[in-house]
């Protein structure tokens, strides 16, 4: 497929369904299918507690109703058969740990925001603007395995706003980072956190978060070698809070840089930043990663929905006494870090032919 | 005066006023004054606007009514003529730049909770627990100026938790420092930040904040030396930012310690640290460092008021792997971090003779 | 048992235990029972998913530890054998429905918080500054059912707040309410309300609340008759709201009055009223009703605690052109709505001599 | 104007302005503007604090940037030279009692949603799909007051979603209502109320609020007749308090009606409901009020953007006992509450031919 086809997308829209689609994530997935140009939704499945019901007639969690598109569909209990060849997983982590692989292994491509295979050796974890090649990891996993389909994850969504912004920095070397998030509550779904806890406060752990930020962006940073991903061996350090606000999480950043780079070629790095991704992706922004203008920005409020809620935003860039410089980055934790991050994916793998479509 | 009547404190109670009554933590000083065994609230100072007025009926921002003990007060303005040799001083820092020489010259002990002075070479910036001796400088201080009267300080209300932090690992050789925390909006007085801005939201930069953080620690865990402070050599780096939360300031610590402690020592050296506070002041905690049992704490809704708000709370002590350990404290704003601060620099000079009041 | 025998309480503290100890409501009466001058809580029970644990050991949802006089209790099943004469009811209404009967069948005094008894014919729904005298209807409960147990409730959190401030006016007469509630968060329980769900919202429905306002407040104020209680005739109209606050419901009432009194007499009514309640509880108010002085008053942040949180604040009283008067009014859901209202039907029925406990 | 023109909009966009560009409302009316089909915006006029600078220097207050169409225009002083001859007013109260007459007198049209002339004897207060007619009153307004320009007004917020409602049961004969608002933070402007008092709390009290939603709702339903407004006499008692959500008054409803309508017709009355709009005006919704679909709906962060944030959304109705029906409305503050209805009311006026503009 030449670049040009690639730009215009397929033929005809390519099914689609979505494993877990009545969870908050689900949810926002089915909301940025609504009227995709290369995708059409046709299928949703969810736990036996929804199968069979009418997806608009699930709570809804979001402003609106349920997109049109799926409306009127049943939901489907999570079974491969009557599903679509592509799917994406909004699955909890222990549904994801054995629903993927039967549906890889059933033929399926499975687009996933789940934790449970991300860290998988096999499995690539890719931020299209980091990391495209590590798909390539792909034929391993298949002959490994002996699937037809395939599992690809994106990132926890901390770790994809972090590791965009270390991967614009990466030219400068990137030898160690603090990070201090404080994530909104949808990050923990619904009902996720008891609003007699949330409320006027703040809860410095959020279970088995930290980890994730550590070692997923070590491993997007990685280099492909065969048989697997080398981390990056950047020193890592995370601290993850909750904070009461509904979506966009903030991140506290301290790096140190091999290079010394001045102050302007740090703020250059990240305001000239386009990244690997290749042009045209429906959802890609326009910049990935955008400069605030004001001190007082980023702020989750009124920064989030930036680039359609697919760009970073980052601000409060200055010396850190430290490490070397410091920053804050923000990012909307359910597209950019959840269903935009696997939907990037999915027109990613689309235009590189790694979808189980016919090219326009 | 020897220790034992120290600990008694003063044959009849001393008679203190306090600048800046009517702001947030002018009201927190006059709660904590109500019922003081060593201290009797006489006067109350605001500007013009409120002169003349009866302090209970101006706006009460705080749970209750004003406090018995000066509810029926009029308000007078801040002039030393009438004032009590002793004087709180809540002021903002303009007014308190040239108003607390002002009382300083006129022979009045200003024990000061403003910004103004902390930083002057000649003025003690004290935390009773780190640098009671750091009050030596107060004979510098009156030789230089001239004054009968004096300035003491306290800290910023986030340095405060930090600095006590820091203190209790001394012993390990604090080298480096990277702080972020999420303030409380308490801390920006009222009318403060705007609902607008901070309802479910986060304000990534509290103006000034940051250098007073980083510049006041080191000052206080600083060397007393001939004619001023020798400020500590640690590298410190701070991000503040303000969350949706009434009281408690959340603070985010990895911290470079030159001798490389077990983790059962670290523990150990929060667990045990009673500091140099000398024993028998009113308002000092039992503990002034307390570490949180379980891994969801501390949260500033449910630890801020431990040690009736004078005891720093901290949890989540782990490895960082970018700089050695990690840690989250809390500390309340209002309280250790300023009312309460300044009244137990207060009860402190009053044990050491340093008030112009008769010793028991 | 005489007035002043009443007054100094019983000769040693009774033995108290608490069903449902371990939710909000629960750990609330262990608050309010540690240092109890009549009371001693000796016996917590819970589910079984909490029994043979340390109560100490399960998480305190409120700031500060679990009170002493508990915290090494071992949780109990909610079994009577074991349990003290006297138990607290703080369970759901699945559970009260049938557990409470099985304790009074075996000899036990339950004071319950649930809902599940208080319409019942021969339950009394007892708020002890309106309706002391409706616990005559224990002797029919006993008979009719052979316990030497009983069952005794206070009612639904904003029932109790509307119900004092109608019974208030009962002397002009009574004869429209129409009142919207905002309910604090904390009513909900723990988890309760979903933060998502919560944050920067209102939710204007609460189920089962409003029919619980409109009847438990008409049979309080009802008239007591042999085998039962005829319901006040007053028509109410109960719209209940859930608005993103802590502790603390706000009620804003519209009255119409057969009598026309004047602004003045309604006002005097509030302020005068000092209820029925016998002299000398521990845990009633001064005052069951205060005014708030200012326009803006009262606020669930800042009033709910007054008189201990067992005080109802009255503000905002002013003619309304639709049926007569209006007002708000506040009080707080976990105490004077919930555990204190159970604690002060306790000390009411000990004064009364209707506890099984010998008199001093 | 036949028809057809009129639901074409005019042959090239009519130049506007906003007198008071830069608060809260005036931003909110520039971005409706933006890419309108009818207006196009031209003028920006605001204090002397703002006025000479950039528009999109200042501080925007929403998600986003400030629109294309007026970020590079200097802000003008607010006179009347060199502003558009049809101006749209958010000017707060104090402004606009002088300005608008001077814009009014100098030719211009004011489409104010200032409260300054709101119950001015000769001013039209319109809601579109209520009230149309009533801007006949012009005819005598510049009569009376010599200008050739004129002044249109809007109800305060909690007015237009009440009226909306009311006159949706206009044929049951609406006698008595009693409606408890509960309103939101941007209904205050910024800074508007401190995040010390709004955050986890109720202020029971709005000044001015109770009044005016009394009085406007009377005479947007009164009638027209020679000189004036004879206001409806439904009798109308409102409580206004404002709670901690950022965009969406919630209004608790309680309404007596003359005739005795089933609860189908009432809802059929609701759910039916057009309105006297003109059709094809641009902001117009589709529908002016929609039924909730669930018990727990409208709640303000899920439904106040229905159609586009001019739609009433009505949930909860069900019988009164005290009046005869109650239900809850929600409407968007700054859109249906504000900027929306003041440019509805110019879309109106422009289709009625009541602009100073060449028709199509």
Known sequence: MCRSSIERGPATPVD?????????????????????????????GASDRSAGQRYGSLSWRAPGDAPACVRDRVVS???????????FSALDAAAAESLEPTFAAAGHVVI?????????????????EINPHHLDLLADQRRARGWDGAIVTNPNCSTV??????????????????????QALSGAGHPGVASLDATANVIPFIPGEEPKIETETAKILGTLEPGGIRPHPTRISATATRVPVLEGHVEVVSVELAASPALEDVEAAFARFRGECPPGLPSAPERPIE?????????PRLDCERGRGMTVVVGR????PALGYKFVALGHNLIRGAAGAALLNAELMLARGLLPVAPR
Chains 1, 2, 3, 4 share one sequence.
């Open 317 to 320: 860039l200055r010396p850190c």
């Open 161 to 182: 706003f972090l590791a965009m912004t270390l991967h614009a920095l990466s030219a400068f070397g990137v030898e160690r980072v603090v990070v201090s998030t404080q």
């Open 16 to 44: 689609v369904g979505i494993l877990g689609a009545t969870g908050v994530v689900g949810q926002r997935l089915a909301s940025l299918l609504d009227h995709h140009p290369w995708f059409r939704l046709v299928w949703v």
């Open 291 to 299: 400069l605030a203008l004001n001190d007082d920005r980023p702020q």
């Open 112 to 128: 996933s925001n789940a934790r449970s295979w991300r860290m998988d050796r096999l499995t690539p974890l890719v931020v299209p």
């Open 77 to 87: 209990s999570c079974d491969p058969s009557g599903a679509p060849r592509v799917v």
